[in-house]
């Protein structure tokens, strides 16, 4: 067959140009790509002057008319935002038209909505653009690993949080002075909260955990926590242990014993979290990006490339179109949907207490330079069954002792009671930095 | 729909083994592993006790039994070797069966012949496992980055070189040394000549160069070194100027400006190339693999994981036949194929002429220790137009120096001429180390 394929397209923006660039210069690309033609696209300003030249006969400023044109058979949504980008990827389903987005708020949030809408219309809704920008992980989550039991996905999967993170780990220089620069060079955005913030990582990790595990969770109850009051000194004193740090988010079953008829709790978190310079994640650097999936029987298989940018995420959305463009040359599907493709929810799964999520920690503590005062604090750990891997005294100044103590594999209820133990000694002026620990 | 799907096996050694022990333990695994029926299995000797139960009524001495077998829809090869598997993955073609196989040796050399029996069939003959053991590639170059022009694939992709380079680098020990172990820890086959020689992987970048450049190119023309040689001496030298040595295979596209019309002049080699450590390939160890695929406009993406094993290599092949049934599931094709899945021929490809071919250099020469011999050495790069990066003096004993010369990117033609001319010195006692170099 040789079907075309009507594409509208809602934003013209650095994806929604990328994209444009690809459909224009089909040339050397897969043949699928000259079947494309784009018939629709909406934008905010019509006038306003652009990097892509678009016949002004295919602009217009109200994108229902994209979902509406019946020469549309994909809608492309990369507007970003929720409202109204919600509403217009309901009505394209809606109107028994597939779509493609890279809009990760919408997807964390109302994914299953979304999907469940799609599944009753036979339309594919497909989302790889939305997850480490040109990294190829939706996809191959989805059709390459649906034999395993996924176990974890851990990744580096914001790209200004790991720009700002390499540069303080390289240069040795603060949080606030890396993030200023970062926004000169249009690496962090004006408003960086959604960065720094661990916001973008969550919405990330809970499309990721998703797709590995079967079912949603709800988003809003992922714990988060972002990088901006990350000192220097740790970065240091980490690299001194064999570390680097970086912000990362994990999903991962807690409990393997669950029936798929019961729902599966997952330990899912976005921290600062120290990583062995051995480890496959430590070497990922600047705006890359990468993902480490473990299933069972697979092992360990990493994802890496660039986290953003107009190439790279136009890269994603295009090959979700081909997906699409390429199952429908098979026929009419009267209604029915390639399963894997779809990925619809199988199971039910849940955030699991946090408190019953073990990980090993990072803790640095201000105290007194008294002989006696390791003593003290491995009793405190010791007491609530902590165990530690190691603990180095770093010398800030002549009187105060900077204490670094590196835990094996503990409980967050475990280690919140210990802390709150050491924090009561009488030798110990506090609780400097807590963080994670790969 | 809710389709039920046949599965026959051709072959119940390592891989196999791992494919029934998915198919076994479904629970847990995607929703379409459970409509999976493993329905006949073809092995050599029906007595032979095994690691996975199977009852006796599947097996079959007559591997053509699974294929004619009516309730087999697809058939799983995994068998090895180039006949009968190559007869009975077109046998399976002729019966309209689609084929998943993991047999990289038939795909390199008769990929075009199958590919085209299965398009003209209708029926789709998926590869996953033929490269890079559990790691998704085939999948992802095929579904996920097509709408890029792609540039470059480099990969480290024989887990027993990879293995015997890690340990040599790691403990100063002899190829010949660490050979021998990895036999004994079964790392190495007892006749490793296929993996040591570069065969495998001269294989595996043929298989990787069709799907990425759109078309196929003369297995056995692909210029293939091995690790045999290989000196300790220079990955000790390698290490102090800031590189690591690992067998790549490399295809890259020499003349971006040709047309779909002309055929395309690939550059492809196997042979020991020095990494910088900065290099995402750099951090690849023991028996893991991980490929580099370089395009416009997504950059740089890299694919890493398990190269071989039961395990990870049964995911790859459970895999396929799952992508198979959920396209089954949609309906009747009424023989048509999805034509990103099927991933057929659509340009013309060659190899390209090696002395075209650009890369960067390392050479050891052998030399008396006087005080004209760099100098010597250097003006017979110049006069070649080579370019030195750096030239470095390891002082192996007292009279005879050791120097290092790494070149910036020059044709093989031009290092061939300059490396005669130097051989030609009488200060020179010879070329004894000759590698590329990132």
């Not at 444009?20 to 784009?38: H, M, T, W, Y």
């Not at 405190?380 to 180095?392: A, D, P």
Request: charged share 20%; aromatic share 4%.
């Amino acid at each position: 067959m040789n079907k075309r394929i009507g594409i509208g397209l809602l934003g013209l923006g650095t994806v929604g140009s990328g994209v444009v660039n690809i459909l224009k210069s089909a040339e050397g690309r897969n043949p699928l790509v000259k079947q494309l033609d784009l018939v629709r696209v909406a934008v905010r300003d019509i006038e306003r002057s652009r990097q892509v030249h678009i016949p002004s006969s295919l602009l217009t400023t109200n994108p229902q008319e994209v979902v509406d044109d019946p020469r549309v058979q994909i809608v492309v949504e990369v507007m970003g935002g929720i409202e109204p980008a919600r509403k217009l990827i309901l009505s394209s389903i809606a109107s028994g038209k597939s779509v493609v987005t890279a809009n990760k708020s919408v997807i964390a949030r109302y994914g299953e909505e979304i999907a469940s809408a799609a599944s009753k219309a036979g339309v594919y809704v497909l989302i790889e653009a939305a997850v480490g920008g040109g990294i190829p992980i939706i996809e191959p989550l989805k059709q390459s690993l649906g034999a395993n039991r996924i176990e974890r996905v851990s990744g580096i999967i914001n790209g200004t949080t790991n720009y700002i993170l390499s540069r303080m780990a390289k240069e040795g220089v603060p949080f606030l002075k890396v993030l200023k620069e970062a926004q000169q060079l249009g690496f962090a955005e004006a408003d960086p909260a959604s960065d720094i913030e661990g916001i973008d990582a969550a919405d990330k990790i809970a499309i990721l955990s998703g797709l590995a595990f079967g079912g949603s969770v709800d988003r809003e109850a992922i714990p988060t926590r972002g990088i901006s009051d990350l000192n220097a000194l740790d970065i240091d004193y980490a690299k001194q242990l064999g570390f680097c740090v970086k912000l990362l988010a994990v999903c991962e079953c807690i409990d393997p014993g669950t029936t798929e008829e019961e729902s599966l709790p997952l330990g899912i978190r976005v921290q600062p979290t120290l990583i062995p310079f051995d480890h496959p994640l430590a070497g990922v650097n600047g705006v890359n990006n990468a993902i480490l999936v473990e299933g069972e029987p697979v092992g360990k298989v990493m994802f890496y490339g660039p986290g953003a940018g107009s190439g790279p995420t136009a890269s994603a959305v295009v090959a979700d179109i081909l997906n699409i463009a390429g199952i429908n040359q098979i026929g009419e599907g009267k209604g029915f949907t390639d399963p894997l493709l779809s990925a619809s929810s199988w199971r039910l799964c849940h955030i699991a207490d946090p408190k019953k999520v073990v990980q090993r920690n990072y803790v640095r503590l201000s105290a007194d330079d008294t002989p006696g005062v390791i003593g003290s604090i491995g009793t405190c750990f010791g007491n609530q069954g902590v165990s530690i891997q190691s603990i180095v005294q770093f010398d800030a100044c002549s009187e105060k002792a900077e204490i670094v103590v590196i835990t094996h594999e503990v409980s967050y209820g475990q280690m919140h009671k210990a802390l709150i133990a050491i924090d009561s000694l009488s030798e110990v002026k506090g609780v400097s930095a807590h963080f994670a620990c790969l």
